[in-house]
């Protein structure tokens, strides 16, 4: 199993920026896929980014390319989701979650807030 931490939700006005962090611990996490997702109550949770942790690679949602930048320290085990040019629908829980290549999400973190204002 591995634990997840997330750090750096908050308050920002339209067109602002957050970075979000994302901290695992438990397991050697080479052979993992971290994701980001997020979550607005009364819906689904709904796909943000991943980032294959060996190889670098990176998939993002439609509604957030080229604004959101996901990246990982090996060093540090951490994954980062650096979020620009915000907007009012980027506002949600943000949840960082971990898993086994090819094998889906089987940790997640306890969620952060990001509320971005109009």
């Known amino acids: 199993q591995v634990q997840l931490v997330e750090s750096g939700g908050g308050l920002v006005q339209t067109g602002g920026s957050l970075r979000l962090s994302c901290t695992a611990s438990g397991r050697t996490f080479s052979s993992y896929v971290m994701g980001w997702f997020r979550q607005v109550p009364g819906k689904e949770r709904e796909f943000v980014a991943n980032i294959n942790w060996s190889a670098g690679t990176t998939t993002y949602a439609d509604s957030v390319k080229g604004r959101f930048t996901i990246s990982r320290d090996n060093a540090k085990n951490t994954g980062y989701l650096q979020m620009n040019s915000l907007k009012p629908e980027d506002t949600a829980v943000y949840y960082c979650?971990?898993?086994?290549?090819?094998?889906?999400?089987?940790?997640w973190g306890q969620g952060t807030q990001v509320t971005v204002s109009s």
């Open positions: 979650a971990a898993g086994r290549h090819g094998q889906g999400y089987a940790d």
